[in-house]
Antibody, heavy 123, light 110 residues
Framework: QVQLVESGGGVVQPGRSLRLSCAAS????????INWVRQAPGKGLEWVAV????????YYADSVKGRFTISRDNSKNTLWLQMTSLRTEDTAVYYC????????????????WGQGTLVTVSS | QSVLTQPPSVSAAPGQKVTISCSGS????????VSWYQQLPGTAPKLLIY???KRPSGIPDRFSGSKSGTSATLGITGLQTGDEADYYC???????????FGGGTKLTVL
């Protein structure tokens, strides 16, 4: 069965960096675009970034552009989110989410989600 | 401020029908498919509707989706207490080159 397992969350001071990981299994990872979506405490969903199936195309929300980098290693079935210059407003649960269709990247159809990892940015 | 606009809350009695609206613009809903998600308390979102009106396997036909112009609607019939959740619409915005969600709608089944 499809599984997405995030890790790497924790408490970090403003201005510091953190890297999140998403380990995938149960599907052909190299055929699907994968997204990061976050949810601040008590707030709604915010799309963060997506990488295409081959890693060649990446898109970011304006709120993280220039600070966050999405990447993947298809040989390890793993997705990452490198977060730098963290701000208090980046505090959220971060989910990785798989695109429904193979080879699509610019989509909002996410059929599988991980359980999320909490990032708290605080001094 | 979300790119897509949803009502903050809706409510209805068990067995009744409810609709949740999602309003956008020509750069998002007007030019791409809409998806809908259900998020039960403390859990990850779950895909309810994709491509405006399609249901993934396992989603009951009590849930339906439609789109007209720059707006979309989620319909839920035969409401159950287990449907109490937050519901989000989402799509791709061509101007932003980014995914976008609505602010979410909290459904209360009275």
């Amino acid at each position: 069965q499809v599984q997405l397992v995030e890790s790497g969350g924790g408490v970090v001071q403003p201005g510091r960096s953190l890297r999140l990981s998403c380990a995938a299994s149960g599907f052909t990872f190299s055929s699907y675009g994968i997204n990061w979506v976050r949810q601040a405490p008590g707030k709604g969903l915010e799309w963060v970034a997506v990488t295409s199936y081959d890693g060649d195309n990446k898109y970011y929300a304006d709120s993280v552009k220039g600070r966050f980098t999405i990447s993947r290693d298809n040989s390890k079935n793993t997705l990452w989110l490198q977060m730098t210059s963290l701000r208090t407003e980046d505090t959220a649960v971060y989910y990785c989410a798989k695109n429904l269709r193979q080879y699509s990247s610019r989509s909002s159809n996410f059929d599988y989600w991980g359980q999320g990892t909490l990032v708290t940015v605080s001094s | 401020q979300s790119v897509l606009t949803q009502p903050p809350s809706v409510s209805a009695a068990p067995g009744q029908k409810v609709t949740i609206s999602c309003s956008g613009s020509s750069s998002n809903i007007g030019n791409d498919y809409v998806s809908w998600y259900q998020q039960l308390p403390g859990t990850a979102p779950k895909l309810l509707i994709y491509d405006n009106n399609k249901r993934p396997s396992g989603i009951p036909d009590r849930f339906s989706g439609s789109k007209s112009g720059t707006s979309a609607t989620l319909g839920i019939t035969g409401l159950q207490t287990g449907d109490e959740a937050d519901y989000y619409c989402g799509t791709w915005d061509r101007s932003l080159s980014a995914g976008v969600f609505g602010g979410g709608t909290k459904l209360t089944v009275l």
